[in-house]
C-alpha cells in the first residue's frame, strides 16, 4: 500500500470534499452526470458502468489539486484518508455521505411476485 500524502490535513479533507461536491454541480459537470444518470437508468449495473466512471473522473481533477495523483491509486488513497478523517470528524462523516450518494445512488427494488410466499 502507497504512503499516504503529506500534509493532508482534517481541514484539507473537508475542503476537499467540499470542491468534490461542488465540481458535480458545474456546468460542463452537472450535465455530464445528468446524461450519465438518464442512461443508466435504474440498472445499477449500468450506474457502474455509466455514471461512476464520469463521477470518478470529476473527483479526480479535484484530488489531484490536493496532492493525490489523478488515477486509480489516488482516488484509493484520498478514500483511506478520507475514511480515516471521518472516524475523528462529523462532518467529514456528513461530506463523505453525501458524496457517496452521488457516487453510488438508490436504486428501487420493485420484488417480484411469483416467489413471494405469505409464510404457508
Known amino acids: 500500500m502507497a504512503a499516504p500524502i503529506q500534509h493532508f490535513s482534517l481541514q484539507d479533507c473537508r475542503n476537499a ?16 452526470l445528468e446524461e450519465a444518470k438518464v442512461a ?52 467529514i462523516q456528513q461530506l463523505n455521505h453525501t458524496l457517496k450518494t452521488i457516487l453510488i445512488p438508490t436504486v428501487t427494488v420493485i420484488p417480484s411476485g411469483p416467489e413471494q410466499h405469505n409464510g404457508s
Open 17 to 32: 470534499l467540499n470542491d468534490i461536491l461542488d465540481a458535480f454541480k458545474e456546468g460542463d459537470n452537472f450535465q455530464r
Open 40 to 91: 443508466a437508468g435504474n440498472d445499477m449495473l449500468r450506474c457502474m458502468q455509466i455514471v461512476f466512471p464520469v463521477a470518478t473522473n470529476i473527483q479526480m481533477d479535484v484530488i489531484e489539486r490536493y496532492g493525490f495523483p489523478a488515477d486509480g491509486e489516488g482516488i484509493i488513497r484520498f478514500t483511506q484518508a478520507v475514511k480515516m478523517y471521518e472516524k475523528q470528524d462529523e462532518e
